[in-house]
């Protein structure tokens, strides 16, 4: 079978965008049913709009300990260029296309069935393991949405989806909301009889001009990412739709603004003449663990037999580990060395991607004594 690196670098070249995931959910697929595992893939990309489903590997426990779930998405952020995963002399891997490498979340697809082929080709003792490969991540976390998780034997799991050294853990990341606003104003030319008329992008311009955007606080971010309005430079706008968003790490303080943003899109519209629409909803839930938590003290025992320094934080972003903790299985995000993730320049070194597969183990090892202690 192929070592981590080399999978690592054949995923890595291959194409998953959201929706588009199905080549790289049948290389995994095959991968473990070379394993001699057996896979099962749900209907959530017919539901969810993606080509393909869900994965989940279960490799049943033998030891009597306590079974892990282990949760990375198979989708990337949409590359805008070739994918030509290379290995530079540092041992470092990077994309000589101009785009995104794809380590996002990929790092962490290949350090679980790195593990999974360790565990089973070692016979090692275990309690129990769960793979799960997830769709549409990063637009929404759309496929852990999906995933009908009381298949899952296991109440505790990881994800292993934040770009910082090896050795970092998350407590915590915050709630989401979206906020749409529809402005409607009257249409008018504007060079004949512009008084007419009622801008509606004027108002949502004062509407934007009174928001408190960017870092509230530490716990608190706004932004205002899509603005659309108007039919011709010569007619006065009668429409504009505004898309911002809202997160927090308090849900009161999130609520607060959320309402601060919609009075301010009230003012705007009633001071430019013109009716509102506007529409909330939920981008994700979030969660918040202790450093004394079980699920904490495991990640840390793992990472420090591993040799890793182990830090804390709190992360501005979501993780398909919102959607688990969410539903009452406590799953804990960490670092996998991911860098510049998103970006042309993203990279993430081979020696990260063997340190997690190390972490990965010494979860299990720690699962399956700790039924036993």
């Not at 909301?177 to 009622?198: C, L, V």
């Not at 040799?307 to 804390?312: C, L, Y």
Request: proline share 5%.
């Amino acid at each position: 079978m192929q070592d981590a690196s080399s999978l690592f670098l054949e995923l890595c070249s291959i194409p998953s965008p959201p929706g588009g995931e199905r080549a790289v959910a049948d290389h995994v697929a095959a991968y473990l049913r070379e394993l001699g595992l057996d896979v099962e893939e749900d209907d959530a990309g017919t539901r969810i709009g993606s080509d393909a489903g869900n994965l989940l590997c279960r490799l049943p426990g033998r030891s009597g300990g306590m079974p892990l779930f282990f949760c990375a998405h198979l989708d990337t952020v949409p590359p805008q260029g070739p994918l030509e995963p290379f290995v530079d002399d540092e041992g470092i891997v990077r994309n000589a296309g101009g785009t995104i490498l794809g380590g996002d979340n990929k790092g962490a697809v290949v350090s679980m069935l790195e593990a999974a082929r360790r565990v089973v080709h070692e016979g090692r003792e275990h309690g129990g393991v769960e793979l799960v490969f997830t769709l549409k991540e990063e637009v929404g976390l759309l496929g852990a949405g999906a995933f009908d998780h009381t298949r899952l034997e296991a109440k505790l799991g990881f994800v292993y989806d934040q770009a910082a050294p090896v050795g970092q853990i998350v407590l915590g990341a915050p709630w989401g909301r979206t906020i749409s606003a529809r402005f409607h104003g009257r249409a008018a030319h504007s060079g004949i009889a512009p008084e007419d008329g009622r801008s509606a992008i004027a108002a949502a311009a004062r509407a934007v001009a009174d928001l408190r955007l960017g870092r509230i606080d530490d716990e608190t971010t706004t932004n205002v990412g899509l603005i659309s309005g108007g039919s011709a430079r010569n007619v006065v706008p009668e429409w504009c739709t505004l898309e911002a968003e809202a997160r927090s790490h308090e849900p009161a303080k999130l609520a607060e603004l959320v309402q601060e943003m919609l009075d301010s899109f009230a003012f705007g519209a009633s001071l430019g003449d013109c009716t509102l629409e506007t529409e909330v909803a939920e981008t994700y839930p979030g969660y918040r663990f202790r450093r004394e938590d079980p699920i904490v003290e495991l990640a840390a025992k793992a990472l420090e037999r591993s040799g890793h320094v182990v830090s804390t934080a709190f992360t501005g972003g979501g993780a398909d580990a919102n959607v688990f903790n969410a539903r009452g299985l406590p799953c804990l995000n960490l670092a996998n060395g991911m860098a510049e993730i998103h970006t042309p320049d993203e990279h993430l070194a081979l020696a990260d991607l063997e340190a997690m597969v190390d972490v990965t183990l010494e979860l299990v090892d720690l699962a399956r004594d700790a039924a036993h202690a």
